[in-house]
């Protein structure tokens, strides 16, 4: 069962453009993880976000988190190519860090 | 800076023949994680250390095995690989208290070929 859902599952857009990327689940997350993988490396932690309705802001990055805390939004202003890679949700669910299936995203100039 | 390692970066082995892949980490974190990672897909755990006891997900194959013989190292034994296990395979740890509790720190990873 997939606790996390994620969308959409690629976008392949222009640089400059803006794009979000939705993280849900029927399972309330005490904190919800994002992180970034370039291909040929391992994951990279972008943020952590704890309490429900918390926004945080990395850059041209903004990340949500739902007041329920089931679900979190990555939003990014005016993409540019180093954007591009797989990005991973991960709720925590106990002790156990479970991630959704990301969503690769190209951008090109 | 503290980080974590893992050996060899790139692995090419024959059907059944055994892998051992390393891992070693400096931040002192008392769990440590296998990860497989297929083609762009999520990372799916096979089993983790909290210290020396060991955690096997239901659904990983007899095929993989572990060793955590200090709190620094861990390994990923494969023991007969088939074509199906040709993946990424991740090493991450975390502290499981503390600020960033629970937060991974991953390797680089380390990818199997399987001939």
């Known amino acids: 069962t997939q606790l996390l859902e994620q969308s959409p599952q690629f976008l392949s857009i222009q640089e400059g453009e803006n794009l979000t990327v939705y993280c849900n689940s029927s399972s309330v997350f005490s904190s919800l993880q994002w992180y970034r993988q370039e291909p040929g490396e391992g994951p990279v932690l972008l943020v952590t976000v704890v309490t429900g309705g918390e926004v945080k802001k990395l850059k041209r990055l903004t990340f949500q988190f739902g007041d329920a805390r089931k679900d979190s939004s990555l939003h990014i202003t005016a993409a540019q190519t180093g954007d591009t890679g797989l990005y991973l949700c991960?709720?925590?669910?106990?002790?156990?860090?479970?991630f959704g299936a990301g969503t690769i995203l190209r951008v090109k100039s | 800076d503290a980080m974590v390692i893992q050996n060899p970066r790139y692995q090419v082995t024959q059907f059944g023949k055994p892998v051992t892949l390393s891992c070693s980490q400096t931040l002192n974190h008392n769990v440590m994680y296998w990860y497989q990672q297929k083609s762009s897909q999520a990372p799916k755990l096979l089993f983790h250390?909290?210290?020396?006891?060991?955690?096997n997900e239901a659904d990983t194959p007899d095929n993989f095995q572990s060793r955590r013989p200090n709190t620094s190292f861990c390994f990923l034994d494969i023991r007969s690989p088939g074509l199906g296990d040709a993946a990424m395979y991740l090493c991450?740890?975390?502290?499981?208290?503390?600020?960033?509790?629970?937060?991974?720190?991953f390797g680089a990873g380390s990818r199997l070929t399987v001939l």
């Open positions: 250390y909290y210290d020396k006891d060991f955690n």
């Open positions: 991450a740890t975390s502290s499981r208290t503390g600020p960033g509790a629970n937060v991974l720190t």
């Open positions: 991960a709720g925590l669910y106990g002790n156990k860090l479970v």
